[in-house]
Nanobody
Framework: QVQLVESGGGSVQAGGSLRLSCTAS????????IGWFRQAPGKEREGVAA????????VYASSMKDRFTISQDNAKNTIFLQMNSLKSEDTAVYYC??????????????????WGKGTLVTISP
């Protein structure tokens, strides 16, 4: 059973940066697509970015690519989301999610099987 634990959330001012971490456990190979999602108050959950663990190939939601970067440290089984130039509209609960995948993160937004509990990010004006 794959388990995901997010950390690194908090409160920052607009224009600042934050790095979220997702520590994964319970998988025995790297054939997983692991992604970051977020859900703002009163809005639907949306995909931010995903990374294929075996190749470190990353994909982004079109509106996220300029300010957000996903990366991983395989030695620590940790996936990061670096967020820069944060805006008030980035305020949300950020979730880490994963699914077993053959070779890519194709279809990642709607196909995750495992979810963390989320970490809250609050951006103040």
């Amino acid at each position: 059973q794959v388990q995901l634990v997010e950390s690194g959330g908090g409160s920052v001012q607009a224009g600042g940066s934050l790095r979220l971490s997702c520590t994964a456990s319970g998988y025995t190979d790297r054939n997983y697509c692991i992604g970051w999602f977020r859900q703002a108050p009163g809005k639907e959950r949306e995909g931010v970015a995903a990374i294929y663990s075996a190749s470190s190939s990353a994909v982004y939601a079109s509106s996220m690519k300029d300010r957000f970067t996903i990366s991983q440290d395989n030695a620590k089984n940790t996936i990061f989301l670096q967020m820069n130039s944060l805006k008030s509209e980035d305020t949300a609960v950020y979730y880490c999610a994963a699914r077993r995948s053959g070779a890519t993160c194709s279809g990642w937004v709607g196909g995750m099987n495992y979810w963390g509990k989320g970490t809250l990010v609050t951006i103040s004006p």
